[in-house]
């Protein structure tokens, strides 16, 4: 009868630590002295299953309020909508016909009351290829000093644009753009 008592025992806990939660100590002898042993064993394992499941149920439900705030707190681009003023934007380097031998600087500032994006980006005249682009993260800001390096792989002198393009929350967009030419 201990034989029987044992083996029913180690089946309800591997029974139990594969994750099922039907009981099958309704196998065992239920008068037997031994019995109250057992179902210490099988309720100790079914608890620690259950308290595991309710850790990963208290997980899910931190990760499901942690989306919901990010999904709330994220721009919607609806701070004020008294804001008609276009952000202000000053490029300092290169200078419109500029010939630049080597790596070009393009630096300056912008300066609004709620940034929101900011593209710099350089292409050729002839065709429009694009060069160089650069996205700096201005968001929420109210002025930013911007200073990119690039760094020309044309082997002939060559006519390129700098387009600087910025929004700010209210999506009023500024665009200023300066024509020079880079050599080898």
């Known amino acids: 009868m201990a034989s029987y008592f044992l083996l029913s025992a180690a089946y309800t806990i591997r029974r139990g630590a594969w994750g099922f939660t039907a009981d099958v100590l309704g196998r065992l002898n239920t008068t037997h002295h031994d019995y109250h042993f057992g179902n210490r064993i099988s309720s100790s394992v079914r608890a620690f299953f259950l308290n595991h499941e309710l850790f990963f149920m208290q997980i899910k439900s931190f990760l499901f309020a942690a989306f919901c705030f990010f999904t709330i707190a994220a721009c919607d681009h609806n701070h004020d909508a008294d804001d008609t003023n276009p952000a202000v934007l000053t490029i300092d ?20 009351e709620n940034l929101h994006s900011m593209e710099i980006k350089v292409t050729q005249d002839f065709d429009g290829a694009e060069l160089f682009k650069a996205t700096p993260v201005i968001h929420d800001k109210t002025e ?3 200073h990119e390096h690039w760094f020309p792989t044309l082997t002939a002198e060559t006519a390129v644009t700098l387009t600087i393009t910025v929004e700010d929350h209210f999506e009023n967009i500024t665009t200023k753009t300066v024509k020079f030419a880079t050599k080898p």
């Open 93 to 112: 380097e290169p200078l419109n016909n500029d010939l630049i031998s080597g790596e070009v600087h393009i630096e300056g500032d912008v300066t609004d």
């Open 144 to 146: 930013y000093h911007f």
